[in-house]
C-alpha cells in the first residue's frame, strides 16, 4: 500500500530547513536540513532530547533565531516562503496569522503591564476592533482560555497568577489574532502534572473550536500520546522518524526512536532493567559520520556510517530514516 | 511479595515543619499576622530494610523537605524520626556523624551539589577520609572500586564536574554516596534533570546497586511511572501530608484517594490509543501558606461534601491494606450518584 496524496491541504511546507550557527569549533548545524508537512487543523509533535534542535526549529520557521545563527532552505506558510519573505512582510505573519508560546510564561509575558494591556497590545496590532470591542474581546479571550473571573483578573499583573495561570494567560495573548497556526515550545514541561493535563487539554479544544494547527515541540512521549495527531523525532538536528502518533508508538520504525519508547518505565516488568539507550548524544560540532546515532545504536552495523540515511517511507504516512527500519520492525517494542 | 516481619528501619511520626515569611517593615509596622509556609504537616510513614519507597507529590507538596528533614539537613519543628531504633533528632556529635554516614541524601542537580573545583578523585578521597572508613593507603584502590560500581571510566578521576555529562554527573553523585557505605539512600528527583534515554541507564544502575548492596531506598520523585517502575511501596504527598499509602502495585490498579486517582488521570499514558479529552482534576495548587481547612484536597475534589470542609481526615488503614486520609473512602458504601 503507497502513501496516497494527502485529502488534507497543508499549511505548512518545510524543505531543506537548516540553521547553523558559527562557533568557535566550526560551525554548528543546530537544525540540519529538515523536511516536515504540517496539515491543516492538525496537531504536529516535535519531539527529541535536549539539543536535538527540536525548539532551534520551531524558531527557525518564523526567524526567531538571533544572529549569527543563519536560516536556510524553505517553509511555505499558505504558498509564500517565511524564510525568504522580507522582514516587513514577516512581521505581518508573525503573532497574527502564526503565534507562539513559550516553556515559561514568566520570561515571556512583560512583568509591568498588565494583562489587560498586554491583550489589548496584540488586538491593536493585529485586529481592526476599535477601543470598546477590544476591551469586550479581552474578557472573553481570558474567558476562552479557563481564567475564572476575567473581567477583574485583566487588571492583575503576571506575578499575580499562579504557573498554570500565566500560561493560560499567555494562550490568550496568542490566541488574540485568531492565528491559523500556534507554535508551542515545551508549553507545559515548568507545570505540575495535574496543570499539565488541564494545558493540554485546553489546547486540543481551542484547536477544534478555532481550527488551528498546532506545531508541539516536546520532551515528554507521555504528552506526545496524549495530544498529537503526528510527530516527527529528532535526533542532532535531524528527523529521525514522522509518522501518525499510534502507528508510530506502536511501531516504531527507527532505532532511536525503539530506544527512546524502551527507555520510559511502563506498566510491566517493575523493577526490571529498562532498555535504556547507552551513551550520551553527540556533540553538534563532531557528528559521527553516516547516521547520527550510529554510535549508540543496538542495530548499528557498517552500513549506518556509510552516508546519512534518507528518510524513506516505511509505511502509509509514515516514513523512518533508519538503515535496519526492517530489523527494528520486528523487534519486539516492548522487550 | 511479603513483607518481611521485622521491625522498620526507619519510621517517622508526626513530622512537622514550617517556614516563616520574613515581613516587610511595612507589615511588621502594621502588625500583619506572622505568616508561615507549612511545609510538613504530620507525616508518618515507615521503610523496611531493603524496600523502595516511593514518595510522590507535586511541587510544594513537601517532598524535598520531607526527605531534608531526614537526614536533618533541614531540623523538623516536631514529630519523631527513628532510624534502627535510634531517635534521630536526638543525635549528637559522633552518633549523629554516624547516622549522617548510614544515611546519604543524593540531590537532584549534582552539577549544583559537587564541588566544581574538585576532581572526583578528591571528591570520593574526602568523603572517605571524613567518615574515616579505611586506612589511607587503601583510599586509592577504594576509590577505583567505586568507579567501576558505577561504571565510570577510570580516566574519569582526574577531571572535574563540568567535563561530565549530567547522566555522567549524576554517577559521580551516586558513587560519592556509596563512598561511605551507606545502608540507606534518600533520593530526591535523582533523575528529573536528565533525558529519558540518560534517566534509564540511571535508574538501572540504582536498581542493580540496590541489589548487591542490599540498600534501603527513598525514592522523591514527581515522575509518577519512574515511583511506579522502582518502588515496592508508594506515599502520595498532597500539601505536607501523605494522603494515601500502598503497596505500588495496588495504589497503580486502584488508587483510593481522589488525590492519587486524579494525579494517575493526570499523568499522560503513553498509549496514544487511550486518550480522554476531559483534565483529571480542576482548579490550582493551593499554597501551602493558606492550606484549606478540613482536608486539604477539598477544593479540587469532585466527591467533597460537607465533612470534608470542616474536618481533616486522618490517614486510616484500610481493608485489604494500605492507608487513606478521606472521608469518602471511609464510608463503607460510597454514594453511587458520583
Known sequence: MTAARDPVPLALEIRGLTTSFATAEGVVRAVDGIDLELRTGEVLGLVGESGSGKSVALRSLVRLVRAPGRIEGQALWLGRDLIAMPEADLLEVRG??????????MTALNPVLTVRQQIDENLKAHTGLGRAERARRAIELLDLVGIPSAAERLNDYPHQF?????????????????????????????????????????????????????????HDLGVVAQTCDRVAVMYAGRIMEVGPVVELFRNPRHAYTWGLLGSIPGAGAVRQPLRSIEGTPPSLADLPPGCAFAPRCAFVTDACRQGRPALVAVGPDHRSACVHHDRVARSDPAA | MSCPPEAPLLEVRNLAKAFPIRRTALQTLRCTRRRAIHALNG??????????????????????????????????????????????RQLAGPERRAFNRRVQLIFQDPYSSLNPRMTVRQTLAEALAVHRLRPSREIPNRIAELLALVYLPRDALDRYPHEFSGGQRQRIGIARALSVEPECLIADELVSALDVSVQAQVINLLLELQDRLHLTVLFVAHDLRLVRHISHRVAVMYLGRI?????????????????????????????????????????ELPSPVEIPAGCPFHPRCPHAFEVCRSQRPELDRRRGGGWVACHLAMAPTPPTTL
Do not use: N
Not at chain 1, 162 to 171: C, N
Not at chain 2, 253 to 276: M, V
Open chain 1, 96 to 105: 497574527k496569522e502564526i503565534a507562539m508560546i513559550f516553556q515559561e510564561p
Open chain 1, 162 to 218: 499562579s504557573g498554570g495561570m500565566r500560561q493560560r494567560v499567555m494562550i490568550a495573548i496568542a490566541l488574540a489574532s485568531e492565528p491559523r497556526l500556534l507554535l508551542a515550545d515545551e508549553p507545559t514541561t515548568a507545570l505540575d502534572v495535574t496543570i499539565q493535563d488541564q494545558i493540554l487539554k485546553l489546547l486540543l479544544e481551542l484547536r477544534d473550536r478555532l481550527g488551528m494547527s498546532v506545531i508541539l515541540v516536546t
Open chain 2, 43 to 88: 507525616v508518618s510513614l515507615t521503610v523496611r530494610r531493603g524496600e523502595t519507597l516511593g514518595i510522590v507529590g507535586e511541587s510544594g507538596c513537601g517532598k524535598s523537605t520531607l526527605a531534608r528533614c531526614l537526614v536533618r539537613l533541614i531540623e523538623a519543628d516536631a514529630g519523631t524520626i527513628r532510624y534502627d531504633g535510634v531517635d534521630v
Open chain 2, 243 to 283: 494522603v494515601e499509602h500502598d503497596r505500588t502495585d495496588r495504589l497503580f490498579r486502584e488508587p483510593r484517594h481522589p488525590y492519587t486517582q486524579a494525579l494517575l488521570g493526570a499523568a499522560p499514558e503513553l498509549d496514544p490509543t487511550r486518550r480522554s479529552r476531559t483534565a483529571a482534576v480542576r482548579g
